[in-house]
Nanobody, 111 residues
Framework: EVQLQASGGGLVQPGGSLRLSCIASGFPFSGSAMSWIRQAPGKGGEWVASIYAGEVENYPEFVKGRFTVSRDNAKNTLYLQMNSLKPEDTALYYC?????RGQGTLVTVSS
């Protein structure tokens, strides 16, 4: 059974930082492309970051330079370091593999 458990969300002020984690199980994590997506209240899903085999990373323009995706294959864990957070980054954040999306973690950016 594929499981993707995200954590690390919370309330942060604009300009602050958070690091999200996602513990994965039920598939070969180390060789798999992984992604983060987010969904803001009342909006559709939005791709945030991906990391591929060989540790190649990819981001949409609106998070480049602010977000960094990484992984620890020994721990089957995916990370998302988010810096310089903005109110528009407020959303539920999910890690994904293939067609699977785990339980999200809520990030709220507000003063």
């Amino acid at each position: 059974e594929v499981q993707l458990q995200a954590s690390g969300g919370g309330l942060v002020q604009p300009g602050g930082s958070l690091r999200l984690s996602c513990i994965a199980s039920g598939f070969p994590f180390s060789g798999s492309a992984m992604s983060w997506i987010r969904q803001a209240p009342g909006k559709g899903g939005e791709w945030v970051a991906s990391i591929y085999a060989g540790e190649v990373e990819n981001y949409p323009e609106f998070v480049k330079g602010r977000f960094t995706v990484s992984r620890d294959n020994a721990k089957n864990t995916l990370y998302l370091q988010m810096n310089s957070l903005k109110p528009e980054d407020t959303a539920l954040y999910y890690c994904t593999w293939s067609n699977y999306r785990g339980q999200g973690t809520l990030v709220t950016v507000s003063s």
